[in-house]
């Protein structure tokens, strides 16, 4: 993306007015709570992910357990029924 000076002049302005309208410590004060607000924001958005995560990785776990128990059965009963077919 490439130098816009028309982009500049207005952003410029546009400070300028709201520096006027609001004064400079108020918009301070706004954009320390932006800034806490976004960061609480990124943090809740870590600890979803988290839950998803692990909830994701609960599901893995049952299915790998019930693949093991299926496989388990499934070798036993081959024992017990094929007992020629040992590995």
């Not at 992910?49 to 609960?58: D, I, R």
């Amino acid at each position: 993306m490439g130098y816009h000076p028309q982009y500049t002049i207005a952003q410029d302005g546009i400070e300028k007015f709201a520096k006027k309208l609001l004064g400079e410590s108020e918009i301070e004060a706004i954009l320390q709570r932006l800034d806490r607000l976004t960061q609480e924001e990124g943090r809740m958005t870590v600890a979803q992910t988290l839950e998803v995560v692990h909830g994701l990785m609960n599901n893995v776990k049952v299915v790998m357990n019930g693949m093991e128990s299926i496989l388990k059965l499934a070798t036993d009963a081959q024992l017990k029924y094929c007992p020629d077919t040992r590995r």
